[in-house]
C-alpha cells in the first residue's frame, strides 16, 4: 500500500480498537495525552530503511565503509527518546546519531547511547562547547559542525589533550535560474568556499577535519505522491530529479578539494561524507562520494512522509485524548490537541484525527490547546471518555509535551520509555 500504510477505513478502525484496548488493560489509567509508538510498526521501518540502503548500493554497484556498506546514522531530532534512539541502533545497518544540539550529544555519550554523535547543527552554547573541550570521552565521540568562521572562532581549545572532532555543513540545495530551492542551511556552496573553511580549520592543530554533511531537504523531506496534487507532486519529483543530477558532480568536486586540502596538511583522510533523509535514502547511497546516511522520520512516520513514491512505510506514532463533550450530532470534542508542526503555517503542520476514521478539524477552529472539536460520520458512535487517536506532522516533535512513551506490541502494553522531557532535558 503506497503513503500512509494501513490508512484504510477498516484497517484504522481496526488500529483504534486495538490501541484503545492496550491502553485500556494497563493496571492504572494513563495521563492524556496518551502517547504510544506501535514496536511492530516500529522495527518493521527500521528494517525497511536498511532494506533501502543495501538494495541501493546493490544496484548501482557503490560502495562504502565496511564491506561497502553504507550505515544508517540515526537523525535523533525525529525520535527524542533515548531507548528508541537505542532500538534504532539495535537494528543491523544503523550506526551513530545524528544530534540536533551539543547538549544532547553530551548527554547522549554520558549516558552509553552512542560513542559516535555528529551534531547537525552549528552550536554557539559556550557551556556545552566548554564541557565538550574538557571531556576525554566526549572529545572522543562528538563531531561539531561549522559552516562559517564566526562559528569556528568560538571553539575552544581542549583542556585534555585530544583533538577537537570539526565536520563541515555544505549546501545542499538546487540553484536553478537565480532560484534557491532547498533548507536555507550552509553559506557553503562551491568547492573552493569549501576549502577556505577547511583551510582555517586544518589551520588551528587542536582541530581534526573528520566530516562533511550534506543535507538534500529538497529530495528527502517532500512527498511527491500526493492524491488530488498530482501536478504539484510532478514538480516536486522535477526538482528531486534535477537536484540529484546537481548534487552528484558538486559532491565530487568537494571531496576531491577537500582530499587535497587533508594530503598536504599531512591529515588522514575524511571519515564520513554524510547525506540525506528518509525520503532520499536510494538516490543519495548511490552517490559513490556518500559514506553513510542519515534517517529518522522513516522510523515513526509522521503524517508529512505519507505519499512517496520510493517508499511507503507504516505510521508507529500516536497520541491519544479523550472525549469530553457531545456538542451536538455528528460533533465530540477531545481534550488537548494542539500539538501543532513547526515549520510553515498551514493545514498540514496540524495532527491528523487518525483512529477511529470519518473524523476531522473543523476550520474555524483547528486543533486547540485545551480542547479540540471533531466532526465526521464516526462521532455519533464514540462515547465521553473513549479515546480519539491522532497522528503528528512531524517526528519526535509530540514527545516534547510528555514525560512517557507507550511502547505497544500486537493488542499488548508491552512497556514504556522516558522521553527527553522525562527526563527532565529540554534541548
Not at 19 to 28: I, R, T, W, Y
Not at 394 to 408: I, Q, Y
Amino acid at each position: 500500500m503506497r503513503g500512509a500504510a494501513a490508512g484504510g477505513v477498516v484497517e484504522r478502525n481496526r488500529l483504534w480498537r486495538r490501541l484503545c484496548d492496550a491502553v485500556a488493560a494497563s493496571p492504572d489509567p494513563l495521563p492524556t495525552p496518551v502517547v504510544v509508538v506501535d514496536l511492530d510498526a516500529f522495527d518493521a521501518n527500521a528494517a525497511d530503511l536498511a532494506r533501502r540502503v543495501t538494495e541501493a548500493n546493490g544496484a548501482n554497484g557503490t560502495a562504502a565503509g565496511p564491506e561497502g556498506k553504507r550505515p544508517i546514522r540515526v537523525a535523533s531530532k525525529s525520535l527524542r527518546v533515548p531507548d528508541l534512539i537505542s532500538r534504532a541502533l539495535a537494528t543491523p545497518g544503523f550506526a551513530g546519531v545524528l544530534a540536533y544540539t551539543l547538549a544532547e550529544a553530551l548527554w547522549l555519550v554520558d549516558h552509553d547511547v552512542s560513542d559516535d554523535v555528529v551534531v547537525a547543527y552549528p552550536s554557539v552554547d559556550r557551556g556545552a562547547l566548554a564541557r565538550l573541550a574538557a571531556s576525554p570521552a566526549a572529545l572522543a565521540a562528538v563531531t561539531v559542525m561549522v559552516d562559517c568562521p564566526e562559528q569556528l572562532a568560538l571553539l575552544p581549545q581542549p583542556t585534555v589533550g585530544s583533538r577537537l572532532r570539526v565536520a563541515i555543513d555544505v549546501d545542499a540545495g538546487l540553484r536553478i535560474a537565480g532560484a534557491h530551492l532547498g533548507p536555507k542551511r550552509s553559506p557553503l556552496h562551491t568547492a573552493e568556499a569549501i576549502g577556505e573553511l577547511a583551510g582555517l580549520i586544518l589551520a588551528r592543530p587542536e582541530l581534526a577535519l573528520v566530516g562533511v554533511m550534506t543535507y538534500e531537504g529538497q529530495v528527502a523531506g517532500l512527498a511527491d505522491d500526493v492524491p488530488g496534487q498530482r501536478g504539484r507532486s510532478a514538480v516536486v519529483r522535477r526538482v528531486k530529479g534535477l537536484s540529484v543530477r546537481q548534487l552528484g558532480p558538486r559532491r565530487a568536486e568537494i571531496a576531491a578539494e577537500l582530499d587535497r586540502l587533508l594530503a598536504q596538511a599531512g591529515e588522514p583522510p575524511l571519515e564520513f561524507f554524510n547525506a540525506g533523509g528518509s525520503g532520499s535514502l536510494e538516490t543519495s547511497s548511490a552517490d559513490p562520494v556518500v559514506t553513510e546516511v542519515t534517517a529518522g522520520s522513516g522510523l515513526l512516520v509522521p503524517s508529512l512522509f505519507d505519499h512517496y513514491r520510493s517508499f511507503a512505510p507504516r505510521p508507529a506514532a500516536y497520541f491519544g485524548l479523550p472525549v469530553t463533550r457531545r456538542p451536538g450530532p455528528g460533533m465530540v470534542t477531545v481534550h488537548g490537541g494542539g500539538l501543532v508542526a513547526s515549520g510553515p503555517a498551514g493545514s498540514d503542520r496540524l495532527p491528523t484525527p487518525w483512529a477511529p476514521a470519518g473524523l476531522a478539524l473543523l476550520p474555524m477552529e483547528g486543533a486547540g490547546e485545551v480542547q479540540t472539536p471533531l466532526v465526521g460520520e464516526a462521532a455519533d458512535r464514540l462515547s465521553v471518555g473513549d479515546l480519539v487517536w491522532f497522528r503528528h506532522a512531524k517526528s519526535g516533535e509530540p514527545f516534547e509535551h510528555t514525560p512517557t512513551a507507550w511502547l505497544v506490541r500486537g493488542e499488548a502494553l508491552v512497556g514504556s520509555a522516558t522521553t527527553y522531557r522525562g527526563h527532565g532535558l529540554a534541548f
